[in-house]
């Protein structure tokens, strides 16, 4: 152990873990091992981290792992990743709910049922959790996060504390002007009294639409490519006839094909081989460059 690392250890004990297999925490199950590994307990631990390592090493905060592919060779700096004590949902007033951003997406609209808050049902179908999409402004059936959003806790990466109000964001489709360079602690969210059983029938219509549409129970990172305008991915893909190609273990799911999966034994270099050959054909026959939404972070081997 070298200096450093025997400092960190010293200092945050069972929180910090060196050469962390990643695999684990992506729902590919795909991954080589973290560097340094970081757990935080509490927000003051991780501003004591960060002003520790002093912007030293690249870093990562890493949420559910959803949409996340991790290269083989693992990544070579520090991956943050939010302990349950940054899980929380607290009612400030009647119309304002702040939420940790390691809540998941889905415990989130249990909650919003359970105390007849409408506008939350798209996050019942949304496999992450609230600081990733936040980062992502993700969204499905005709809502985005960022319509609910008031306002943002945050460290940067020198761990200083900043609150960002959502006036102050620019977001776009899967995307915002936020920095990367931010740590998402909590937010704060609109929230507006609903009746419950129409908030109830909502998610449901919703949840089985998902899952009549998108693949279930199988080691995918949801949607690869983000949707070009006027245009579908997965319609691209399959008029390309590139539905059913596949390298080693990885393949492109009968379901939905805009969803890669692994179908177990794959590496991450055979998913990024699939991604680099739909996005080829894609162009060649509609001229039409495909956006990743997936977020590859790591090295190769």
């Known amino acids: 152990m070298n200096l450093e690392h025997e400092k960190l250890k010293n200092k945050f004990g069972k929180s910090i873990i060196f050469q962390e297999n990643l695999s684990k925490f992506s729902w590919f199950n795909l991954g080589g091992p973290a560097k340094i590994f970081f757990k935080p307990e509490s927000t003051e631990q991780l501003k004591e981290f960060l002003k520790l390592i002093n912007n030293s090493h690249k870093i990562v905060c890493l949420g559910a792992g959803s949409n996340t592919l991790i290269r083989d060779g693992g990544f070579n700096g520090v991956i943050i990743k939010l302990s349950p004590k940054f899980s929380f949902i607290k009612q400030l007033e009647e119309n304002v ?55 943002i806790n945050a460290l940067d990466f020198r761990g200083n504390l900043i609150e960002i109000k959502r006036d102050d964001i620019q977001f776009n489709y899967r995307g915002s002007s936020l920095p990367e360079d931010l740590i998402f602690l909590s937010a704060k969210l609109q929230a507006k009294k609903g009746e419950k059983n129409s908030i109830k029938e909502k998610v449901e219509k919703y949840s089985k639409e998902k899952k009549e549409s998108q693949p279930s129970q199988i080691k995918t990172c949801g949607s690869t490519f983000k949707n070009p305008k006027d245009k579908k991915a997965w319609e691209l893909i399959k008029d390309s006839n590139c539905d059913l190609a596949s390298f080693g273990k990885a393949s492109i799911s009968k379901k939905h094909c805009n969803f890669f999966v692994n179908e177990g034994g794959a590496s991450s270099e055979d998913i990024e081989r699939l991604i680099k050959f739909v996005r080829e054909k894609v162009f060649e026959k509609h001229k039409v460059k495909l956006d990743l939404e997936l977020k590859i972070i790591g090295e190769k081997l």
């Open 97 to 151: 709910l702040e939420v940790g951003a390691g809540t998941l997406d889905k415990t989130l609209s249990r909650y919003a049922i359970e105390n007849s808050i409408s506008n939350f049902e798209f996050l019942s179908c949304i496999p992450g959790s609230l600081g990733g999409t936040i980062r992502m402004n993700s969204g499905c059936y005709g809502n985005e996060i960022s319509n609910i959003l008031i306002s």
